[in-house]
């Protein structure tokens, strides 16, 4: 296999590199982009530092178009959005997805609580994919797919290889993007068990400093 030929430049070699080893899971393809790896951040720092190929833009309040819209206007990759499904919901999660995906977001990410109703609505109204996120094997996962989630969010911690698991069993086809938490083996596992694509946490700008101005301290 022929290596490939690379870029780095003087300034930005210090970037938040996602594990080597999500290249080894089979990826989905988007409008045509092959993703494998998503970090997830909302960070525009690190956003615009990072070899992933997409970013999951989650945040734990209730999504606001200025945000999506700032991130998906720094962003140099793929963005995908959250836009609620629990306290926010119904109409204002449809009119939220219409808006990213005009600002030009790739997908858009329902939490937990969005009803099969909501995700058969919004379908019918944008033409990005919408993804659901998955915390349990007790789910319905046979409605959500039913209801036209185009792409399966996998988040179980240490249940989330058995949650990936139970997917395929149901629909060996459907797009599943997993948590491959930090290290090989839990990737690995993920993978193995059916994972498409890999989410990834990166560090804290807070903790990335630390071993910067550790190396400042002792020159």
């Not at 080893?21 to 409008?31: L, N, P, V, Y």
């Not at 989630?149 to 149901?170: C, E, F, H, Q, W």
């Not at 997993?178 to 804290?204: C, D, R, V």
């Amino acid at each position: 296999m022929k290596e490939v030929p690379e870029f780095k430049g003087k300034l930005r070699t210090n970037i938040v590199k996602v594990p080597e080893i999500i290249e080894t899971c089979s990826g989905i393809r988007i409008f045509g982009q092959l993703l494998k790896s998503f970090l997830f951040s909302t960070d525009v720092a690190i956003i615009r530092n990072t070899n992933a190929n997409a970013i999951i833009a989650v945040y734990p309040f209730t999504p606001q178009p200025m945000i999506s819209h700032s991130l998906i206007l720094a962003a140099d990759k793929p963005i995908f959005c959250g836009v609620g499904g629990g306290i926010t919901t119904g109409d204002r999660s449809i009119d939220l997805a219409m808006d990213a995906e005009f600002q030009g977001a790739m997908g858009v990410i329902l939490n937990k609580p969005a009803t099969n109703d909501l995700i058969k609505r919004m379908k019918e109204k944008i033409d990005i994919p919408v993804l659901i996120t998955i915390v349990s094997e007790k789910e319905d996962i046979k409605g959500r797919i039913a209801s036209g989630a185009d792409i399966l969010n996998v988040s179980g911690a240490d249940k989330t290889s058995v949650i990936i698991k139970k997917i395929r069993d149901i629909a060996p086809d459907i797009a599943v993007i997993a948590t491959g938490g930090k290290t090989n083996e839990t990737i690995q596992l993920a993978i193995e068990s059916g994972a498409s694509a890999i989410s990834y946490t990166p560090p804290t700008v807070a903790d990335l400093f630390k071993d910067i101005m550790n190396r400042y301290r002792n020159e």
